[in-house]
Structure formats: C-alpha cells, structure tokens
C-alpha cells in the first residue's frame, strides 16, 4: 500500500527485522564507555561510562527506519540522548564538517555535521518505551531517521569529529555516502560529484 510516509521503493514490513554485519556483542557495563574524540573544541577526549552516560537528558521522538535492503518501520517511539545534547557537552572544534559515528567490533558510519545535529537524530537506549535488545542495538544505537538505516550504528561506542570527510564502513563498500531515502541514494555509483570522498 502506498503510504505518503514511505521513501520509494520501500515497504513496511510487519514485526522488526534484525539485520546487522557480523555478531551481536555481549554488553559489560564495567568496560563500555562511550568516547567523543578528534577534533574537539578543546582537544581533549571526553568520555562517560554506562552510568554517566545512562544519567544524561533522556528524550523521545517518533520516527521511521528505512533499511536500503527495503523494509520500512513506521512511527517507531524512540528514547534516548539527542545527539545534539552530546554535541553540546563535547563541541567541536569551528572546523568540523563531518562525524565518524564508531561501534563495536570497529563497524563505523560517516555523517554530515548537519545530519548529525538534525533534530531527530538520537543516541537511543529504548524502542517503544522498553530497553533495547541485544539485536536491536543494547545498550545504544544512533537513529538517524532522514537518512537509510546503516547510518545508525547499533552498539555505538562513540564519535570522531572530523575536519574532512572519509568513508564508514557500508560507505566503503558501495553504499551512498550520503544515504538519503527520499532520493534513493543506495549506491555509491549513484554519487554525485561532491556527495563523497572519492573512491
Ligand atoms: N553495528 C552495526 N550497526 C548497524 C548495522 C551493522 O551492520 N552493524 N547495520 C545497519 C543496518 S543496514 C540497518 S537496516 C539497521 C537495522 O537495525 P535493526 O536490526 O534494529 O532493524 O542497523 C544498522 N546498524
Ligand atoms: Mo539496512
């Protein structure tokens, strides 16, 4: 069924697929921190464990999560730490463009600065007011709802502030290196001259 909601060529599909690269880490709250580093307004790394980090702002947003492999959720209820809050707490450096969003098992993705602060975007902890599940992403995953579902890491460990761009993992293996889904943007051959570092 058509749906105004829904990007072309995706479709909702019922239930919450789990689809990931590689294994599900075993979350040990006495080793995981969460690290905010390169180009950092005051050039230091700032770092908070899973209490501190657990202890910031939490907020919601409903939004929808668009995989490239095409299945839709829709009006998902997200819980969490703005992104924006993060940013506020560890700014970076006035040169900053792009963030390396990091994860478990060095899986990474590369963001604009402006998606990264875009209002929606969402380190959450929760989906549908319940904690998230090892699958889905426990304890944090980013949630970047413009923007194709590879760009959220799940077991987001932290950032890297960076003064240029450079490919995350997906990107570098024929993804969009923007990966809007308004635009279809999948593929990497689809880049335009400027959409990313060259290949
Ligand atoms: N760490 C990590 N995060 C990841 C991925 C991955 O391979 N590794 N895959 C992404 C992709 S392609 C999608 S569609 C979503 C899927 O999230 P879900 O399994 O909760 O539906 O996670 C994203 N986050
Ligand atoms: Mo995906």
Redesign the pocket.
């Known amino acids: 069924m058509w749906d105004p909601r829904l990007p072309p060529g995706q479709r909702v599909q019922r239930g919450?697929?789990?689809?990931?690269?590689?294994p599900v880490p075993k979350f040990r709250a006495d080793r995981w921190e969460f690290r905010v580093f390169g180009a950092t307004a005051d050039g230091e790394k700032h770092c908070w464990t899973h209490e501190e980090f657990a202890a910031l702002p939490y907020e919601t947003v409903v939004a929808d999560?668009h995989?490239?492999?095409k299945f839709s959720m829709l009006d998902a209820e997200w819980g969490g730490v703005r992104a924006r809050a993060v940013l506020d707490l560890a700014p970076p450096a006035p040169e900053v463009t792009h963030v390396m969003v990091w994860?478990?098992y060095g899986?990474s993705s590369n963001l604009r600065l402006s998606d990264f602060t875009a209002e929606q975007t969402m380190f959450a902890t929760h989906c549908g007011g319940e904690l998230l599940t090892a699958?889905?992403?426990f304890p944090l995953?980013l949630v970047v709802p413009h923007l194709y579902?590879?760009k959220?890491?799940?077991?987001v460990r932290g950032i890297e502030y960076m003064t240029a761009d450079r490919r995350g993992f997906w990107e570098e293996r024929g993804y969009h290196n923007i990966g809007d889904p308004w635009r279809e943007q999948r593929y990497s051959y689809q880049e335009q001259r400027g959409e990313g570092p060259e290949l």
């Open positions: 919450w697929p789990v689809t990931h690269y590689g999560l995989c490239v492999a994860a478990e899986f699958e889905h992403g995953r579902a590879w959220g890491p799940k077991w």
